[in-house]
Each structure stands twice: as C-alpha cells, then as structure tokens.
C-alpha cells in the first residue's frame, strides 16, 4: 500500500517516528505495555529500535492499547504464522497504518487535556483526507474516523476548545488569535454557562479547512469561569501580546498565564484511567450479589493499590502484608 509523500498521512507518519523515537530514547514510559506500544510503531515506521516481539496474551485492561498491540503484532509477524487470509489481511494493513501514524500518538497524548482539541482536529482532517482515497477499505475507516470524531467532540466544542491555550506545541500566534477571537465575544450570564454542553450543534459545518479557532464563541468562556480568571485577566493576557505566552516571560500576566496552564494540566480526562476501573469491577462484581456489599469491596481495593508501589505488577498486588 502506497502512501503519498505529500498526504497528512505521511507528514503524520513522519511526526510519530519522531515522537516514538524520542520517548524511547528518553525512557518517557515507565509501564512496560505503554513502551512496548512505543517500539512497535517506532520499528514499523523505519527507525532502529533493540526490542523482540511478545507473543500476546489475554487482552490487557486497557482495550484500546492492547488492540493496538496485538495488531500491530499481528502484522508484522505474517511471514511466520498463516492466521490472516488474503481480505483480513487488507484490514489488518489498514488498521496498523492508522495505529501507527495517528491513533497510537493520540492515545499516548490522552492523558494530556491541552492536546485534546488538536488530535480531535486532526483525526477530522485525517479522515478528509482519507476519504478520497481510491481504496474502497481506507474510504470506510475515513467515513468512520469522520463519524467517530462527530459523535465524540467534547474537545472542540465551545465550552472546552480552549483548553488548547495551554498545549505547549502550539504557536504564541495561534494562542493569540484564539484569546482575540474569545474577547469578541461578551461573557454570557451564568444561567447560560450553566446551560453549556460540550457538543457541537448539529448544524456545525465540519470540513478539511476547519480550524480550532472556527469552534471558539461565547460559551468557550465556560473553561475560565470554572477556573476563577475573568475577562478583565484574559484582556491583560492579550494586551501584553504574545510574549504573554513565552515560556521565559516574566510578567505578571506570562505567571498568570502558566498557572493557567498548569490548572488545565491537572484535570483528568484519560480513557485508560476509565477502562481501568472498569476492569476492576469486572474482576470483583461477582464477588457478591449485594450491591452495597460490592461497593464495599471495589473501595477496600482501590485503596489497598493505592497504597501499592506506582509501577506494581499484580503479583506484588496479591502479596499479603
């Protein structure tokens, strides 16, 4: 399968072996099943990487990152298995390419509530991008990924765009531009911030040329009401101009500004931290039939492994004391 040197997808491809490459070569992971995900992409993508496969096992808590795993495995050990006929074959080709130059950088960055936004974004330009492709498969995963991104877009409605202020791969210009897009607006009352969803209306024209600054209008002041900056804070970010955003910038509003950023920073919103509680009451719900009896159970084991080392595997979690 031919990808076009000019497409988003190979400027994406390029972008995730370097990122994959770097998180290797910094040891940024320390869960073994997170740099694992890392070697797989980085070593499909071209670059050098001392790793062996591992033969997969039962699917890991977290869905998403062990099917990513396990395709990617998949693929690249086709000379030496015969599981795959020739249709499942496309499909699992596919899907490795989409692991690998997008879904497996975002679901690494999910965890970070600034990139939100943008993967969002991107995953919509992917998918228009994809959509013209002469392949009948890479069309459906287009359409897909398309459908996908409408149903599930929190992070570029109005009320959490924003967050992307505090991304800091984005430019000082486009942080200014969106500031400046937000003041055009005037704050609403709280009843109506109150009645803010993060949705997208219906009626929102999506398309290839859509920017993250197009989402932005006055609901968007919902994120700096819950984290107590007024309007009057954003004017002073946006007067002392783009070095308010400069990471070395000293001046009352810059220190505002990355306080700010280091609020968003701390707000949860990982998929993986969700699957993960789902696990544990799939491993315990049967261990009663009475509600308040298993609501008794999942607290003494969340707080048992909270007590547990950060990287504990669950044989030092089956330890008695």
């Not at 080709?93 to 991107?122: E, G, R």
């Not at 200014?176 to 929102?204: C, G, H, I, T, W």
Request: charged residues 25%; contains cysteine.
């Amino acid at each position: 399968m031919c990808v076009v040197t000019s497409s988003l997808l190979h400027s994406l491809a390029v972008e995730a072996k370097e990122f994959f490459s770097t998180a290797l070569i910094r040891d940024t992971f320390h869960r073994r099943d997170y740099t694992y995900l890392c070697q797989l992409v980085a070593f499909f993508l071209g670059a050098e990487v001392d790793f062996r496969f591992r033969q997969p096992g039962a699917f890991h808590e977290a869905r998403f990152l062990a099917d990513c795993n396990y395709i990617l495995v998949l693929y690249m050990t086709q000379n030496y298995h015969q599981i795959l006929d020739e249709e499942n074959l496309m499909n699992i080709q596919v899907a490795t390419i989409y692991i690998a130059c997008f879904h497996a950088k975002m679901f690494i960055q999910s965890m970070i509530p600034s990139k939100a936004p943008t993967s969002d974004l991107l995953a919509l330009k992917l998918s228009f991008d994809l959509i013209d492709n002469e392949l009948p498969l890479i069309k459906d995963v287009a359409r897909k990924l398309h459908d996908s991104v409408r149903r599930q877009s929190w992070y570029l409605a109005p009320p959490l765009v924003c967050l992307a202020l505090a991304d800091e791969d984005t430019s000082s210009s486009f942080k200014y531009d969106m500031l400046s897009k937000l003041l055009e607006y005037n704050v609403p009352s709280d009843e109506e911030l109150r009645q803010a969803e993060p949705r997208l209306p219906q009626s929102f024209l999506l398309t290839s040329k859509t920017e993250l600054i197009d989402f932005v209008d006055g609901q968007s002041y919902l994120l700096f009401k819950a984290l107590k900056i007024t309007k009057e804070s954003l004017n002073g970010w946006k007067q002392w101009g783009k070095d308010t955003f400069e990471v070395g910038s000293q001046s009352p509003e810059a220190m505002e500004f990355r306080q700010f950023c280091e609020k968003v920073g701390n707000l949860q919103v990982v998929n993986d931290m969700s699957e993960r509680h789902i696990r544990l009451v799939q491993d315990y719900i049967h261990r009663s039939r009475k509600e308040e009896h298993r609501q008794a159970i999942f607290k003494v084991v969340k707080d048992h492994r909270s007590k547990a080392p950060v990287h504990a595997t669950k044989a030092i979690l089956a330890k008695k004391d």
